[in-house]
């Protein structure tokens, strides 16, 4: 089945405690992206990907990386995470040429 | 820079009324618009989009160039369209950069 897997689907951490949440689609899709989704503000582009080693900053990348080391993956890296990245985060990707993108099903972090 | 304008976080309606969630866009050359749909807080969906100019679940959308519009329509609304609706606009190319508004929470009565 073609789709975008996120991990893990909940998380609750400590700020300043480094963290990983991975992201994996199997469609061989060149364009990859992260989004955080917060009541009244919508989803917002973090960062994105448009083919392996190859990113570039969203709408509001502060206090995030990312790496495209394999065309799949494209985990979202917090080196230190605050209360303010307390969000909804979604990974999505997309053919090059196509229309429409796919969505994961979200990562719920906590950062208390 | 490119911009999406849902002009209603709330929009309320019963069942069997017609229901229209606006979306205005603001981009210098030519965007793909999309309609997302996301059910209690799960996966975005994809609804619609300008390009293929179909019909989902009942709804459609048409682009308005003159007036920068993608307004979702459908003429009898059902209790189970009741979500939260996005408008995004890609702007294709090599960056493929998609935007999204800032969503419209639809409820359906009974």
């Known amino acids: 089945e073609a789709q975008v897997t996120q991990n893990p689907r909940y998380l609750i951490t400590v700020t300043g405690k480094k963290l990983t949440v991975t992201c994996s689609q199997n469609?061989?899709?060149?364009?990859m992206s992260w989004y955080r989704q917060d009541p009244g503000l919508g989803l917002r582009q973090i960062y994105y990907?448009?083919?392996?080693?190859?990113?570039d900053k969203g709408d509001v990348p502060e206090g995030y990386k990312v790496s495209r080391k394999e065309k799949r993956n494209f985990p979202l890296i917090l080196e230190s995470p605050s209360p303010n990245q307390t969000s909804l985060y979604f990974c999505a990707s997309r053919r090059q040429g196509a229309n429409g993108y796919t969505f994961g099903s979200g990562t719920r972090l906590t950062v208390v | 820079a490119q911009r999406v304008t849902q002009p209603e976080k709330l929009l309320s309606v019963f069942k069997g009324a017609p229901v229209e969630l606006k979306c205005n866009y603001s981009y210098s050359g030519s965007p793909e618009l999309f309609w997302y749909v996301q059910y209690s807080r799960q996966r975005l969906q994809l609804l619609l989009r300008h390009i293929s100019r179909e019909s989902i679940k009942g709804f459609t959308a048409d682009l308005n160039k003159g007036e920068t519009s993608f307004h979702l329509k459908k003429p009898f609304a059902q209790e189970e369209d009741s979500a939260m609706y996005y408008c995004?606009?890609?702007?294709?190319?090599?960056?493929?950069?998609?935007?999204f508004g800032k969503g419209t929470l639809l409820t359906v009565n009974p």
């Open positions: 995004a606009l890609s702007s294709g190319g090599s960056n493929y950069k998609l935007t």
């Open positions: 469609m061989n899709h060149e364009y």
């Open positions: 990907s448009m083919n392996v080693e190859v990113t």
